[in-house]
């Protein structure tokens, strides 16, 4: 199994608290991915990372901001939780970017109330 | 935009069937496509990626085929197992998009 650890694996906040999720990796892959899976859309990109800093927007970046100062780790913040953001949040990871396989951990469960 | 779509939603089948799972996308113009399996509770496990150039990849019990013209592929798992069962979800990569995943079909093999 690909080294992806996800943190904390379940979390309860209240509407407009901030929230971090980690996403750490033992792999050395410069490609990171944040989604999140909700009933009836699928999994929907949020935001990525191909290199150290370097980071763009996916499908649904709104009201979700990233951070990567190293190579294993990969933040994802919601500055002010709504509870639209109730989701579960995967991490995946990539060596190769396109045309490469895609790795992911086993996901961070949000209830935002 | 690229849209994924996997027909059916859900599937039940005896153990030991051949199967086939369906998935369609609107711009042929991709890089690949990707199927995963998914566990109830956990994250995705990559089963098969094809890439534009092929047709087909194989994997145990596990065929996935390409057809880039028509926008479509299928997932063929030979003689289905209980633990087969999972939601199977397809993804595809093309042009300036990251993966765009279909919905997934649930897949449930009765012993």
């Known amino acids: 199994d690909a080294g992806i650890t996800q943190s904390p694996r379940h979390k309860v906040t209240e509407t407009g608290t901030p929230v971090t999720l980690r996403c750490h990796q033992t792999?050395?892959?410069?490609?990171m991915y944040w989604y999140r899976q909700d009933p009836g859309h699928g999994l929907r990109l949020i935001h990525y990372?191909?290199?150290?800093?370097?980071?763009d927007k996916g499908e649904v970046s709104d009201g979700y901001s990233v951070s990567r100062s190293k190579t294993e780790d990969f933040l994802l913040t919601l500055e002010s939780a709504t509870s639209s953001q109730t989701s579960v949040y995967f991490c995946?990871?990539?060596?190769?970017?396109?045309?490469?396989?895609?790795?992911f951990g086993e996901g961070s469960r949000l209830t935002v109330l | 935009k690229q849209e994924v779509t996997q027909i059916p939603a859900a599937l039940s089948v005896p153990e030991g069937e051949n199967l086939v799972l369906n998935c369609s996308f609107t711009?042929?113009?991709?890089?690949?496509l990707q199927w995963f399996r998914q566990d109830p509770g956990k994250g995705l496990t990559s089963l098969l990626l094809?890439?534009?150039?092929?047709r087909e990849q194989t994997s145990g019990r596990l065929n996935a085929s390409l057809d880039k013209s028509s926008g479509r592929s299928t997932l063929y798992i030979a003689a289905s197992q209980p633990g087969d069962s999972a939601t199977y979800l397809c993804?595809?990569?093309?042009?300036?998009?990251?993966?765009?995943f279909g919905k997934g079909t649930k897949l449930t093999v009765n012993p």
């Open positions: 995946a990871i990539s060596g190769t970017g396109r045309t490469g396989e895609l790795f």
């Open positions: 792999e050395n892959h410069r490609y």
């Open positions: 990372s191909y290199g150290v800093k370097d980071t």
């Open positions: 711009d042929s113009a991709i890089y690949n």
């Open positions: 094809i890439q534009s150039s092929q």
């Open positions: 993804a595809v990569e093309g042009g300036s998009e990251k993966l765009v």
